[in-house]
């Protein structure tokens, strides 16, 4: 009888409780399926913000991103320590100045893409075509030719600084075209709450513009420190094949003249 009478409380028990569950799990799908739709009415309305901005303003940001992106990977991949001046590079040029062959040296730089090596074959290119060219027109060449591939650093990621002044531009370009629309809307004689929606479309090209500009300008100043580090290793490596090269010119001279010296005793 025991048994009888906690079997019926257990089914009891279970029979009340079974509407809360429902209610919970119908809470639980629910609350599920409000998420779902709540994401959905975002990224809708994300969308929705983006061509409200206008087509005729907005494309021009949108083709202004994509270039800012493309740069930004670019930028990564090319400005980097063994585009502008490489180990292996600098210890072949010290063992072929020492040797003082230099056409197995501008054979060398002729192999490789780095901007120690587009100097270096300028400067031998000069030194081998004019053999009674002086030291210091020799390093007038180098010194030119170094001068040139640092401006063509920092002209490479002058475009993603024009790309962070341009979108800001082009973003309060549409605002200010939004804002004559209210105001000539305005003078038509449409109420102040109705402008909202209009005024509101024309703050979409800013924060738009602001957007792209903020991260360009950003990833503009960490390469710009990038580039003036290897313009300051590119120099240092400049000085020391100047300091190569004047040490086999004095050898040369003096060799010279002791040549002279020993013709003119003779």
């Known amino acids: ?3 009888v009478l906690a079997s019926a409380a257990t089914i009891l028990f279970l029979f009340t409780l079974s509407p809360v569950l429902a209610q919970e799990g119908g809470i639980e799908t629910a609350s ?19 061509m409200k901005g206008g087509v005729v303003l ?7 991103s994509f270039l ?27 063992a072929l100045i020492r040797k003082q062959d230099y056409l197995g040296l501008i054979a060398v730089c002729n192999r490789e893409n780095e901007c120690i090596a587009r100097i270096v074959y300028k400067t031998l290119d000069f030194a081998t075509k004019n053999p009674t060219a002086s030291f210091d027109e020799v390093r007038e060449v180098t010194e030119a030719e ?11 990621i002058s475009y993603l600084n024009d790309i962070g002044r341009i979108a800001p531009m082009v973003g309060l370009l549409g605002t200010v075209v939004g804002m004559i629309e209210a105001f000539n809307d305005i003078g038509s004689g449409v109420q102040h709450m109705e ?4 005024v509101s479309k024309a703050l979409i090209t800013t924060a738009a513009g602001l957007v792209i500009g903020i991260p360009s300008l950003i990833f503009y100043s960490i390469f710009r420190g990038k580039v003036q580090k290897l313009i300051a290793e590119l120099e240092a490596a400049m000085t020391h094949i100047m300091a190569l090269l004047a040490a086999q010119y004095k050898r040369a001279n003096y060799r010279a003249s002791a040549r002279r010296e020993n013709a003119e005793s003779a």
């Open 146 to 156: 170094g001068t040139r591939q640092a401006s063509i650093l920092n002209n490479r």
């Open 32 to 50: 599920a399926t409000d998420a779902a739709s709540q994401a959905q009415q975002a990224t809708e309305t994300f969308l929705d913000i983006f």
């Open 1 to 3: 009888m025991k048994h």
């Open 68 to 94: 800012a992106v493309l740069l930004i990977f670019f930028y990564f991949l090319t400005i980097r320590q063994g585009t502008v001046v490489s180990n292996k590079f600098m210890n072949a040029a010290d």
């Open 195 to 198: 402008l909202a929606p209009g």
């Open 58 to 64: 907005m494309a021009p940001l949108a083709v202004l």
